[in-house]
């Protein structure tokens, strides 16, 4: 899996969209970029994953540029429920371990 | 919705004691997964099973862990004589086949080792 770098922490205020970067510049051509996100104390939870064109779902919008060398997560709308550490990704396949780093720190503001 | 669950919420032990973390996964799934975090620290993966037989394990997964799908439904872990540095959040996770990109978890089991 290619190494992948997020900053540590990010401050959002409510309602606003909150837009969490991610640089994977060894990604490989089979590679997914996936997203995933814990809530304190909770277990992770899948949030998007893309290989190359822009994803969106009822979570989150996935954008990737286009030498997919980084990505931007995207919540539209922030809620104070979207406080969490947010986790990216690079896989080639779902069922492969997930290797965590430390992941961004979102605290959504009130 | 389907969900993974995992039993006890929370399992006090004193050090030496032998302890099983209990998982059951989603009914459909056949990839699982267990990792573990300690307070403060990232999320680490300890070992992954498939058709009945360990397919990955971390460094972390010696001889002191083992894994078992006894009953078709549950998925457990053992820690055969606990160690105070055992004291994590352990987390089962679970995923349906290697073609489909979500990895269930669980809400975890709070070990705490004296």
């Known amino acids: 899996d290619a190494k992948t770098t997020q900053p540590p922490s990010m401050d959002c205020a409510e309602g606003r969209a909150a837009n969490l970067p991610c640089n994977h510049s060894?990604?490989?051509?089979?590679?997914?970029v996936y997203w995933y996100r814990q809530i304190h104390s909770q277990g992770p939870q899948y949030i998007i994953h893309g290989l190359k064109n822009n994803e969106t779902n009822e979570m989150a919008s996935l954008i990737i540029t286009e030498d997919r060398k980084s990505s931007t997560l995207i919540l539209p709308h922030a809620t104070l429920r979207d406080t969490a550490v947010y986790y990216c990704f690079t896989r080639s396949q779902g069922a492969q371990k997930l290797v965590f780093g430390q992941g961004t720190r979102l605290t959504i503001n009130p | 919705e389907p969900e993974v669950t995992q039993t006890p919420s929370h399992q006090v032990t004193q050090m030496g004691q032998e302890v099983i973390l209990r998982c059951v996964p989603i009914s459909n799934h056949l990839y699982f997964y267990w990792y573990r975090q300690i307070l403060g620290q990232k999320v680490e993966f300890l070992v992954s099973?498939?058709?009945?037989?360990?397919?990955?394990k971390s460094e972390i997964f010696d001889d002191q862990f083992s894994v078992e799908r006894p009953d078709g439904s549950n998925f457990t872990l053992k820690i055969r004589s606990t160690k105070l540095e055992d004291s994590a959040m352990y987390f089962c996770a679970s995923i349906q086949e290697s073609s489909y990109n979500e990895q269930f978890f669980g809400p975890g089991t709070r070990l705490t080792v004296l």
């Open positions: 060894t990604i490989s051509g089979n590679e997914y």
């Open positions: 099973f498939y058709n009945n037989e360990i397919s990955e």
